[in-house]
């Protein structure tokens, strides 16, 4: 059973362009949630979806937004890009929502010059 | 704002030896306590959690112990071998206690690097 992916896995953006990121969950996992990780803060949580409706959302400014499609495969936007931005972003996938086993990407690192 | 409190920040632990990592937390919303290892360039993937109907979970050399009273619970890594190096993550699900609201709260992490 293929795992989740994410894509790009390493990508570089100038202050002020935009980003979008893709993620195709596990067959059959109908949330998907997105976290950003920085060496000082940890996993921080962005937002989750499920069945293309947003669930749940991190104190993330409105720059920070995403989508979820029918298929559950979801992707995540950043615009108006700062230097702070720079991040590995992850991606999980899991069976439904609520606490559970969250299955992770290996994540798209983003570097913002 | 609820929060997770993880300590150490970094452990060095000599193989073979216990390697423990603790948690406090505010107020869940559910009772699930996961532990999360983490490689160098990937994912997060789970290790061990507990519901606490159960004050211990152990599975191989992993156990999880839990203390609701104290709002607290730990991570024993017991014989640690250099394969265990990694950072590990609690991450107990805080939020609105109503089910979808509960997202899991990584705390930030353990470096814990096991010597030979």
């Known amino acids: 059973k293929a795992g989740v992916t994410q894509t790009p896995r390493y990508l570089i953006k100038t202050r002020g362009q935009q980003v979008t990121l893709s993620c195709s969950p596990i067959?059959?996992?109908?949330?998907v949630s997105w976290y950003q990780q920085t060496p000082g803060q940890g996993l921080q949580f962005l937002f989750e979806y499920f069945s293309e409706t947003q669930r749940n959302k991190g104190n993330f400014p409105g720059r920070f937004s995403g989508r979820q499609f029918s298929n559950s495969r979801s992707e995540m936007n950043v615009s108006t890009l700062e230097l702070g931005d720079s991040a590995l972003y992850l991606c999980a996938s899991s069976l439904a929502l609520g606490p559970g086993e969250l299955f992770f990407g290996e994540g798209s690192r983003l570097t913002v010059l | 704002q609820q929060q997770v409190k993880q300590s150490p920040q970094s452990l060095i632990v000599q193989k073979g030896g216990i390697s423990i990592i603790n948690c406090a937390y505010e107020?869940?919303?559910?009772?699930?306590f996961p532990w999360y290892q983490q490689f160098p360039g990937k994912g997060p993937a789970l290790l061990i959690a507990?519901?606490?109907?159960?004050s211990e979970k152990k599975e191989g050399r992993f156990t999880i112990s839990f203390n609701k009273s104290a709002k607290q619970f730990s991570l024993h890594i017991m014989d640690s071998q250099p394969g265990d190096s990694a950072t590990y993550f609690c991450?107990?699900?805080?939020?609105?206690?109503?089910?979808?609201?509960?997202?899991?709260?990584f705390g930030t992490g353990t470096r814990l690097t096991i010597i030979p």
């Open positions: 107020n869940t919303a559910f009772d699930y």
């Open positions: 991450a107990p699900p805080l939020g609105i206690s109503n089910f979808g609201n509960e997202k899991l709260t």
């Open positions: 507990i519901r606490p109907d159960v």
């Open positions: 067959s059959g996992h109908r949330s």
